[in-house]
């Protein structure tokens, strides 16, 4: 049971959980707001402004800075871990989500030739974030962190 409380009393597990879920409020709102269509799916969707992820490992990286000091080897492993994070959503998840959309467009093209006999499944694609969606899912996640644990503590 004292697990149980200390897992739900974790100001640091819990505040890089609301900043993620943040974030994918704000995509959901952002869709409204530019399609004016109501799309809650895009809730659990990856990619888009801003990131999620990015998001999470700030808030969590600010969350141990504020109050484990920014000197602290803790600090320098959850920072080093949001750095890894942000540099594959903007490099690799990026890349290969753009590599899958072209290789659907060659999929469908070889469709209409060949016709017959040819059936591959399309590649799900999972897009990854630009600069600027990491760039504001990381502010996101430092004023939730900061909040957190400089202004409510």
Known sequence: MTNLLDLLNN????????????????????????????????????????SSHSAMVTALATGVGLTQGFSSPLFAATAVFALIVMYDATGVRHSSGQQARLLNELIEELRAVVREGFAPMPLRVLMGHTYLEVLVG????????????????
């Open 11 to 50: 100001r640091w597990l819990w505040t890089a959980v609301i900043a993620s879920t943040s974030a994918q409020v704000i995509k959901v709102l952002l869709v409204l707001l530019i399609t004016r269509r109501w799309r809650p799916e895009v809730f659990a969707e990856t990619g888009g402004m801003p």
């Open 138 to 153: 990381s502010l996101l996640g430092i004023l939730i962190g900061w909040l957190a644990f400089a202004v409510l503590a």
